[in-house]
């Protein structure tokens, strides 16, 4: 596509046109940064959560799953920092009163020297053809080495300042770096100010009696709260986890890039209760297991890559994330935090309560070290999706929009499409959906021509279409086509589920990991 912002724009569109994805109250213009689901969003975001769920609970003996409530007590926010320490800093352009979050101006600004080493990355490529050793070139190119360099140094002065709160010095930063507002160009900047990003709420019936809340702006404490219950009650041995899907809920002040960035969005959480000491060992085998889950998706290794946290979060003493090659560049997809004792040593602190384990190995109690992996299920959906869209030139000069979901994740398995509308085709084509419809979503479609109905379930991400033809009647055979390809084969109806089975169960998935 021509360039990565028309190609974004074609991604919102096509989740619109598809049934994924809407503005949340379209009629009446929209609400910022939030979104519903559609009829194909919602299976496809249902399919993702389950691949997680699977992959995190079903598949390790040692982590369980739990529903907490989004409502918890205040004194929640207080323990886990979040009152205190959960805020983003922001500077207003003072030309065009526009805002934004200061450390992602500076952000944007290394992304772009990222950008000018893949140009000369990409122009080495060509220029050497396949003697081309892309670790060597970077390890001793002069330009991209002081690219690399200066980059680096940038994220490292903006965490220190972040971490030591000194906002004077981010301002500093972004005036000498000459960010100007990428709006307007103007660089006629404010202070930069801490903003807390939680949503309040109240909860009561009457004024006098209402209890001020926060909605959870992150499903982590519902499982901190929740240690002992669930530790005592499955009589679990450390190192165990505890995991969670569910909304949680952030006042985004910056909140572009469709659902990137939402205010109210979904996550999916893992709290590891280790032995204090051995949280290096397993940050590293989190990250490997993590980065293992997302490959097994097929969505290419070299859209993946690792990211330290230069600044820390106000609970963790390493952290890194897995950042996906979204269509705006490379971004922050998923996070794994070493969180030490902070959040269960708060919380016995304001709750009064014990939050302790008993090792029997080491006869003694600790406060459990934690180890979190926390991925938002929206913004999976949006590398899913971002990944899948392509439009493929075909034989002929034609072209053709396909959405190469991993078929584990499609919201539609199988299309059945009877040739024509007659001749007892459509009954036969109804036939086999009343059978497949126990294991798959089932799709059938009858309108126009059977090519165009190709390209529809291609648009929409369907693996796999079945078409009904006079010869079905002859021999109860059809031909099954398949989405990436376009191969055609003829199979006995009798076989069709076990065809489609083992292209898109979860199972065959799953073992690759
Ligand atoms: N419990 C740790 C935690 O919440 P985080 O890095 O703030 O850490 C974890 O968030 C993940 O949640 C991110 O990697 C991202 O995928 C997702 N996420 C965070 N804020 C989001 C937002 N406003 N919209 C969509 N997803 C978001």
Request: proline share 3%.
């Amino acid at each position: 596509m021509a360039n990565t912002e028309d190609f974004f724009k074609k991604v919102i569109s096509h989740a619109k046109e598809y049934g994924y994805i809407f503005p949340s109250s379209e009629i009446y213009d929209g609400l910022g940064a939030v979104y519903d689901y559609g009829q194909n969003g919602v299976e496809l975001k249902k399919n993702i959560r389950e691949y997680w769920w699977k992959a995190m609970v079903q598949l390790n003996e040692n982590i369980v799953g739990i529903d907490a409530a989004i409502f918890m007590h205040p004194t929640t926010w207080k323990a886990s920092g979040h009152v205190d320490a959960f805020n983003d800093p922001l500077i207003d352009n003072k030309d065009s009163k526009k805002r934004y979050r200061a450390d992602v101006l500076v952000e944007d600004y290394v992304a772009k020297l990222d950008d000018k080493i893949e140009k000369e990355v990409a122009k080495a490529a060509k220029r050497f053809g396949n003697a081309f050793d892309k670790a060597q070139f970077m390890a001793t190119n002069a330009r991209v080495i002081e690219l690399k360099e200066r980059g680096e140094a940038i994220l490292h002065r903006l965490g220190k300042s972040l971490e030591k709160n000194d906002l004077a010095d981010v301002k500093a930063l972004i005036e000498e770096l000459e960010i100007a507002d990428p709006e307007t160009g103007s660089r006629n900047w404010t202070d930069v100010k801490q903003f807390n990003l939680m949503f309040g709420t109240k909860i009561g019936a009457t004024a006098e009696a209402s209890v001020d809340l926060y909605l959870r702006p992150e499903t982590a404490q519902g499982i901190f709260v929740n240690f002992a219950n669930v530790q005592k009650t499955g009589r679990m041995k450390i190192p165990f986890g505890i995991a969670q899907t569910g909304k949680a809920f952030r006042n985004e002040i910056v909140a572009r890039q469709f659902i990137f960035r939402m205010r109210e969005f979904e996550q999916m959480e893992m709290q590891f209760f280790i032995k204090p000491g051995t949280q290096k060992e397993w940050y590293e085998h989190w990250k490997v297991k993590r980065l293992k889950w997302h490959l097994s998706l097929g969505m290419g290794e070299d859209n993946y890559r690792f990211h330290d946290h230069e600044k820390l979060a106000h609970y963790a003493d390493a952290a890194c994330d897995i950042e996906f090659r979204f269509p705006f560049g490379f971004k922050e997809l998923e996070g794994i935090h070493s969180r030490t004792d902070f959040d269960l040593g708060n919380h016995e602190k304001y709750s009064g309560k014990k939050l302790q384990y008993f090792d029997p190995e080491e006869n003694r109690s600790y406060v459990p070290y934690v180890l979190e992996t926390s991925i938002g299920l929206d913004r999976m959906f949006l590398a899913v999706f971002s990944n899948a869209l392509q439009e493929e030139a075909l034989e002929g000069g034609d072209t053709r929009t396909v959405l190469r979901l991993p078929f584990v994740l499609a919201p539609t398995k199988v299309a059945v499409l009877p040739l024509l509308k007659k001749d007892g085709l459509p009954e036969i084509a109804e036939e086999i959906v009343a059978d497949l419809k126990f294991d798959f979503n089932v799709a059938y479609d009858e309108k126009d021509a059977v090519g165009r109905r190709y390209r529809r379930q291609d648009a929409a991400g369907t693996p796999f279409c079945v078409t009904v033809d006079h010869q079905t009647k002859e021999d109860n055979t059809v031909t099954l086509r398949h989405r990436d390809t376009m191969e055609q084969v003829r199979i006995p109806i009798s076989e069709l589920r076990a065809a489609v089975a083992k292209a898109v169960d979860v199972r065959n998935w799953l073992t690759k990991l």
